[in-house]
Structures are given as structure tokens and as C-alpha cells.
């Protein structure tokens, strides 16, 4: 039984901050997670806040991706934000670029700017 | 006469004249080092060194490699660290070993077992010089590394142009070691300062090749995934010319001809954010 | 590869069954990477190889052993990893060190991702297992 990385609900935004380092099951089990919240509750953002990983790896970079698509497919958009410089240096070296992922500086700014896709979206 | 006879014969020589031996060899030394060493430091290094190499003669004999001699090698390496970083040279450090055989030749040279033992442990103080000289360029190598990273940081300062904007002028050549030092320190500041916006000025890179090119890419792309844009500027006209002829890929790199064309370029985006602060979050 | 003179004789091993043993194995190659005084993002680097290795091992060679020690050359210190598994081998590794190329459920950036991320890299494979060695240098 492996612990689950929580999903939380602020509004019509799912919040999703990542705290501990993460194992493959814990990541396949977030990913599914958040489809079914997303359906669950209809919310319109996805904030996956990584600040605090360590390393993305590509499978946890695949996740990532993956996620952002599933979520427009659902009608969110998802917003990764806080990832640290010696992790994007990583991913750049390791040839992912997480293309058609949105993404922010921090929580503060990701927020801002789920609000500014929702508003422009109407 | 055996080997172990020879040994024999030094280590009561070096037990006799101990006093003698290491007062002539700490002003030998003094006199080649010409006072940049204080007379009590070099004779504390001195009778040290002189007690090791004495006691691992006592304990195995003439074998400089043995395990006995561990302690006066790694008192030979802290003193020709020690020599390296005040700016001796690598002769005066290994002349501090090979002076310890002057010292003996005239003591032990008479008879023609003397001159044996004395010929075995010449030997063995060349070992010795040798090493000295090894690490002391091994820690002279040491300093020049820690130099040239000094140098790259000094070379690439990452400065805030504006309020969520933070510039680099490049200088020089760059070089992969360089684009890592670069990149790190750009996207620490780009965190550090809160700014959504870079701007990398080539002006002062004298060639764009394709590496170039590849390196500037991966600073783009690590920028855009910790959710900031950045930019480069300052292409001159010949370097475009460049980039075009040998067919460089710059797609997908944001570029503008002038820094003061990016500036503005990042200032509009950043007041559009500024707008957004005022409704508040969420 | 060079066969280095190791700093310390010491060489940590983890064994890896499941998925949660490979995040034990980064963490073991984190902590040694850290004591040996690698930079902040030769570490994330590094880190991040031996993450994609150890999932490698774990689908492909169906587990096996993580061993990680301090090498020292000249004046660097780095840190050396071995991945050593005892799985069917890789038919074909030059075209498993090709990006993009999976034959498990990845992105096809395992090997030659991590090959990107470290200084030396070293793969052989045959019918006994696969064994993978990285070096990754402090400066």
C-alpha cells in the first residue's frame, strides 16, 4: 500500500503540491486521481505545484505531459509551477521539454494565470 | 655488507646525531627558502618529518613505497600543498627532501659501508623529492581549476533590468562549461527575483555556430518550463548573416536585433501581468 | 572506462526488487553525491540518471543490484554507479541508446537520456543481464 499524493479543491481549481519523492505507483495513481476530480467536481484548473521535488525524471515528466492533455481534454487547463532551475537544466539535458504544458514561476503566479486563461476562455 | 646492516648503520646515525643533523638541514633549507619561511615553522616541519621518516626506517627499513612510510608521505604532501599555495616553487619544495642528503654525505661517505647505506637512503629521499613535487602539482592544478570557476562567475553577471526583468550580457566565447554556469545563474535570479522575464544580450559573443545556437536553445527551453520567457538579443548584422548561411536552427528561439527592442518587448508583457494583480487572486 | 582508484573502499549497494527500492537507490546515490561535494545540479543530474537506470533495471532486467561508490582522478572526485541486472539483456543496444526508442512504457529517454546526464557511461549486455556503469565528475 503506497501513500497517495492528495488532490485539494479550492473553488473551481484542483491544487496538487507534491511534497515527498515520488515513487512510479504514486504517480500513476496521482494521474488517475486527477482525471476523476477533475470529472468529480468539474473544475476548470489544475495547479501541480512542484517546488519542493527534487528531480523530474521522465517518467515522472511524462506524467506531467500526459496530464495536461487529459486535463483539456476534460475542459481544465493544468499549470506546473515552481519547478526548480537544476531540474529544468536536467530535463533540458535529458531531452524532454514538456512541450504543451503550461507553466508558472510559482503557486502565486500559476494561479494568475489560470485566471487569465479562464477569463480571456470567457 | 647486507641491506638490513645498511639500515641499521642509519638508523643509529640519524639516532646520534639527531641535534647536529637537524640544525644543518633546517638552515640548508632556511638558506634556499631565503626567509620566507619562519625558522621555528620550518623547523617544527622539519623534526617532524625527520622523526617519521626515521621511525619507518627503524620499523621496515629502505622500502620509501611501504606501508611504514605512510605518515611521511602524508607529511611530504601537506608541505608541498603548503609550499605550493605561497608561491614556492617546485624545486625549492623538493629541495627541502634532497638537502637532508648533504647533510649525511659528510658522515657517512668516510667508509665504504657508509657510502652504501648512504647511496640506499639517497634513494630513497629521491622517492621522496618526487612525490613532493607531484602533489605539489596536483594542488597547483587545484588552484588553477578554482581560478577558472572563479573567472567564469566573474564573467557572467546576471543583473535586474526591471521589476520581473533580468538580463545577461554575454561576453566572449560560449563554451558548454560556460552555458551551465550561465544557465544556473540566470534561472536562480529569475527565481530569486520573482521575474517572469530574461533577457540573454549576445552583443559581445564574437561567433554563433550551431553549438552556440544549441546552447541557447536549452537556456530558452529551461526557462520556459520553471514558467518564464526568455529572450536573446543583441544579433548583429554578420552574425545573422551566419546563423542564415550555415542553416542554423533559431526557430524556436524568441530573438530581437537590439536590447532595448527586448526590454520593451518584456516590459509590455509584464505590465499585462501587473493588470491582472489588480483584480486580485483567484 | 578508466578503472579508477576508489577514495574510499566503501561501496554502498542496494538491492532493487520494486519500484519503491529504486527511489532508495537514488536517495543512497543523493546522499554520496552530496558528501562527495557535487555541485547542485551534478547532483540533480546525476540523481536523475540513476533514477531512469533503476526503473530500466526494475521493467527490463526484472530487478537487480545498485552499487555506488566515491572515484577519484587526479585532482576530481566524482561518484561511480553500477546497475547490474540479470534479466534477458538488450538485443540491440545501439539502438536502445537511441532517443525515442522504447520497448517498455516510457518515452524512450531512459538510456539515452541518462547517457546525456553523466560524464562517462558504460553498457553491456548479454544473455547473463545487462550491467550499466556511470561516472558523474564534480567539476
Not at chain 2, 657517512?108 to 629521491?126: H, K, T
Amino acid at each position: 500500500m503506497t501513500d497517495r499524493v492528495p488532490v485539494l479543491k479550492i473553488g473551481e481549481i484542483l491544487l496538487v503540491s507534491i511534497q515527498v519523492d515520488l515513487e512510479d505507483q504514486m504517480v500513476l495513481d496521482l494521474q488517475e486521481d486527477l482525471s476523476n476530480q477533475i470529472v468529480a467536481t468539474g473544475a476548470k484548473g489544475v495547479v501541480i505545484d512542484i517546488s519542493a521535488l527534487e528531480i523530474v525524471d521522465s517518467f515522472v515528466g511524462r506524467m506531467l505531459a500526459t496530464n495536461a492533455s487529459i486535463s483539456r481534454v476534460l475542459g481544465a487547463e493544468t499549470i506546473v509551477v515552481g519547478m526548480r532551475p537544476a531540474v529544468a537544466m536536467t530535463l533540458v539535458e535529458l531531452g524532454l521539454s514538456l512541450k504543451g504544458v503550461r507553466t508558472a514561476l510559482n503557486l502565486e503566479r500559476g494561479l494568475k494565470l489560470l485566471r487569465r486563461l479562464s477569463a480571456s476562455r470567457g | 655488507m647486507t641491506t638490513e646492516g645498511n639500515t641499521q648503520l642509519l638508523v643509529e646515525t640519524l639516532v646520534a646525531q639527531r641535534d647536529d643533523f637537524l640544525a644543518q638541514w633546517t638552515s640548508t633549507v632556511g638558506e634556499d627558502l631565503q626567509g620566507r619561511l619562519s625558522k621555528a615553522e620550518l623547523g617544527h616541519e622539519l623534526s617532524e618529518l625527520y622523526e617519521a621518516i626515521l621511525g619507518a626506517l627503524t620499523a621496515s627499513g629502505l622500502d620509501g613505497r611501504g606501508e611504514h612510510f605512510a605518515e611521511t608521505r602524508s607529511l611530504l604532501i601537506e608541505l608541498s600543498r603548503n609550499r605550493a599555495r605561497r608561491g614556492f616553487t617546485s624545486t625549492e619544495t623538493a629541495r627541502s627532501v634532497f638537502a637532508l642528503k648533504e647533510v649525511l654525505e659528510p658522515s657517512l661517505a668516510g667508509d665504504e659501508q657508509g657510502a652504501q647505506a648512504y647511496l640506499q637512503f639517497a634513494r630513497l629521499l629521491d622517492d621522496l623529492g618526487l612525490l613532493t613535487t607531484e602533489a605539489y602539482i596536483r594542488t597547483r592544478e587545484e588552484i588553477i581549476s578554482s581560478q577558472a570557476e572563479q573567472l567564469l562567475e566573474l564573467a557572467t553577471p546576471v543583473v535586474k533590468l526591471w521589476d520581473g526583468v533580468v538580463g545577461v550580457p554575454l561576453v566572449g566565447t560560449l563554451d558548454s562549461a560556460r552555458t551551465q554556469v550561465v544557465m544556473e545563474k540566470l534561472l536562480q535570479t529569475l527565481v530569486d527575483t520573482n521575474s517572469t522575464h530574461a533577457i540573454i544580450d549576445i552583443t559581445g559573443v564574437p561567433t554563433v555556430d550551431t553549438q552556440v545556437a544549441q546552447h541557447l536553445l536549452k537556456t530558452v527551453v529551461a526557462a520556459r518550463m520553471m514558467g518564464a520567457q526568455c529572450t536573446i538579443s543583441g544579433i548583429r548584422p554578420q552574425i545573422a548573416q551566419t546563423i542564415v548561411a550555415l542553416g542554423i536552427e533559431f526557430g524556436d528561439i524568441p530573438t530581437n536585433a537590439s536590447l532595448s527592442d527586448a526590454l520593451r518587448q518584456a516590459l509590455k508583457e509584464v505590465a499585462l501581468d501587473a493588470d491582472d494583480d489588480v483584480r486580485g487572486l483567484l | 572506462m578508466n578503472d579508477y582508484g576508489a577514495v574510499s573502499a566503501s561501496v554502498e549497494t542496494v538491492p532493487v526488487a520494486n519500484s519503491s527500492d529504486v527511489v532508495t537507490a537514488r536517495q543512497m546515490v543523493r546522499t554520496l553525491a552530496q558528501r562527495t561535494g557535487l555541485s547542485l545540479v551534478h547532483q540533480t543530474k546525476l540523481v536523475t540518471a540513476a533514477s531512469e537506470l533503476g526503473r530500466n533495471m526494475l521493467i527490463h532486467g526484472g530487478g537487480g543490484v545498485v552499487r555506488a561508490t566515491t572515484v577519484a582522478d587526479g585532482g576530481r572526485s566524482g561518484i561511480f554507479v553500477e546497475f547490474q541486472d540479470q534479466g534477458p539483456g538488450i538485443p540491440d543496444i545501439e539502438l536502445a541508446l537511441t532517443d525515442g526508442w522504447t520497448s517498455g512504457n516510457g518515452m524512450g529517454l531512459g538510456l539515452s537520456g541518462a547517457k546525456r546526464l553523466v560524464d562517462e557511461f558504460e553498457i553491456e549486455s548479454g544473455s547473463g543481464g545487462t550491467t550499466v556503469r556511470i561516472v558523474k565528475w564534480g567539476r
